[in-house]
């Protein structure tokens, strides 16, 4: 027989169990550990736009590292190529608007002038120049707006230099910190025979990271070169969607003028091929599901997302200048309610990287009252999966 003392401390034992269940449940019942609709239910990853590009030179290894400080999970190499072959990180395979090539008297005969997306532009370009040649330069800001104290100091990193970084601030931070590259004009390169989506490949194998598992993702505004890395690799793939300008009543506008890069309106590889559609394709389902074929999502400008109109009270054409200060910029306009794209997407199992987040008063919309943690408040709450930002440290704090 039992006796009324044990009973009692079977069912103590018990209860203890109900308890321990309420505060540990099974780890297969669903849980976001994020206050956010994202796709993943996690938090949308921070992704340092050229590094901490807002407080020091663009692409820089002093830069990329400062971003790692900030709290980044990902940071943004640009990838153009020297005519030896070699990786390098620069925002355009022109150097005159983040180098010092111009002040150098050796290199001033390699100025030329090539055509980049439909623009002849006359600057010094990254393919004229040997890694070695390319290691003599030394970056410098690119807005006059942010601080010009460090320029001249840091040099131009590799993408082998990028990658090494990473690994070395994941092992030492023990948080993975990843990569995400973006092949600049694949279609200007491949044209000079630098193959730069192959040479992509190449890098990513050599480090062990060309597999879907790998913290990188590889991101383009052309199509045909993500569509031909995908036949080649498994790694994580975003189109990049652009627009020209956003209309004063909040429209996109595609339609690119003369004398400006038909990259800004359509993917320069379609315009290469004849192929009439622009960006405003990618906002169709057909967009979208012509999309999931070869990539795990999209990397759209913000105006996709949240667009924004003027106030034309004058009936000029023209935004009005609403705070006074004697210029119109994103401080003068009002944004408009979200479209349904990040939700149409997800449908699709397609994550959204919007870009690009910046603090200036400039750059904000009106709703924001210059305060930019309220910018990236709105798009958090429409569930974006990830952001590019030049200030990491805002984005974090913004969360």
């Given at each position: 027989?039992?006796?009324?003392a044990s009973i009692l401390?079977?069912?103590g034992?018990l209860?203890?169990a109900?308890?321990k269940?309420?505060?540990n449940p ?5 849980t976001?550990s994020?206050?956010?609709?994202t796709?993943s239910g996690?938090d949308p990853?921070?992704v340092?736009?050229r590094?901490?590009?807002g407080?020091?030179?663009e ?5 990329y590292?400062?971003?790692i400080e900030?709290?980044a999970d990902f940071?943004?190499?640009?990838l ?6 070699y990786?390098v990180v ?7 608007g983040?180098t010092?090539?111009?002040?150098i008297a050796?290199?001033a005969?390699k100025?030329?002038t090539?055509?980049?997306?439909g ?17 003599q330069l030394?970056?410098k800001?690119a807005f006059?707006e942010?601080?010009q104290?460090y320029?001249?100091?840091y040099n131009i990193?590799?993408?082998a ?5 990473a690994?070395?601030k994941?092992s030492q931070?023990?948080?993975?910190i990843?990569v995400?590259p ?5 279609a200007f390169?491949?044209a000079l025979n630098l ?14 990271w060309?597999n ?5 993702y590889v991101?383009?505004?052309?199509v045909?070169?993500?569509?031909y ?10 189109q990049?969607l652009?627009c ?5 009543n909040?429209d996109?506008?595609?339609?690119v ?5 038909i990259s800004?309106g ?6 290469l091929?004849?192929d009439?559609?622009?960006f405003?394709f ?5 967009g979208?599901d012509?999309?999931k074929t070869?990539?795990?999502g ?13 106030t034309?009270?004058n009936?000029d054409g023209?935004?009005d200048d609403?705070?006074?200060d ?5 401080s003068?306009?009002?944004a408009?309610?979200p479209t349904?794209l ?5 449908k ?8 690009t987040?910046?603090?200036e ?6 709703n924001?009252?210059n305060?930019?943690?309220l910018e990236y ?5 429409l569930g974006?999966?990830?952001?590019f930002?030049?200030?990491?440290d805002?984005?974090?704090q913004?969360?």
């Amino acid at each position: 027989m039992i006796s009324k003392a044990s009973i009692l401390f079977f069912v103590g034992l018990l209860l203890i169990a109900c308890d321990k269940d309420k505060e540990n449940p099974i780890i297969d019942q669903p849980t976001s550990s994020s206050k956010y609709p994202t796709l993943s239910g996690k938090d949308p990853l921070i992704v340092a736009h050229r590094g901490a590009s807002g407080y020091l030179p663009e692409h820089t290894i002093e830069a990329y590292t400062k971003a790692i400080e900030l709290g980044a999970d990902f940071i943004e190499p640009d990838l153009v190529m020297t005519k030896d072959g070699y990786l390098v990180v620069r925002h355009e395979p022109m150097l005159s608007g983040t180098t010092n090539v111009a002040s150098i008297a050796a290199f001033a005969n390699k100025k030329t002038t090539k055509n980049v997306d439909g623009v002849n532009v006359n600057d010094w370009f990254v393919c004229d120049f040997t890694l070695a040649e390319i290691k003599q330069l030394k970056a410098k800001q690119a807005f006059s707006e942010r601080p010009q104290q460090y320029n001249e100091l840091y040099n131009i990193p590799t993408f082998a230099e990028v990658i090494a970084l990473a690994k070395q601030k994941s092992s030492q931070l023990g948080k993975t910190i990843g990569v995400y590259p973006e092949t600049k004009h694949p279609a200007f390169h491949e044209a000079l025979n630098l193959k730069i989506s192959d040479k992509l490949l190449e890098e990513l194998t050599s480090v062990g990271w060309n597999n879907e598992l790998a913290p990188v993702y590889v991101q383009s505004f052309e199509v045909s070169n993500l569509q031909y890395i995908r036949s080649k690799s498994k790694v994580k793939i975003i189109q990049l969607l652009s627009c020209y300008d956003v209309a004063l009543n909040g429209d996109l506008i595609f339609a690119v003028p003369s004398g400006e890069f038909i990259s800004d309106g359509k993917p320069y590889d379609w315009y290469l091929n004849g192929d009439s559609r622009d960006f405003s394709f990618f906002r169709t389902s057909q967009g979208l599901d012509f999309v999931k074929t070869y990539a795990n999502g999209i990397g759209p400008w913000k105006p996709f997302i949240i667009s924004y109109k003027g106030t034309d009270a004058n009936n000029d054409g023209i935004a009005d200048d609403m705070n006074a200060d004697g210029k119109i910029n994103d401080s003068d306009k009002d944004a408009l309610t979200p479209t349904n794209l990040i939700s149409e997407a997800h449908k699709r199992g397609l994550l959204v990287h919007a870009y690009t987040f910046r603090n200036e008063s400039r750059r904000l919309l009106r709703n924001y009252s210059n305060n930019p943690i309220l910018e990236y408040q709105a798009f958090y709450k429409l569930g974006l999966d990830g952001l590019f930002t030049d200030f990491t440290d805002t984005a974090v704090q913004a969360k």
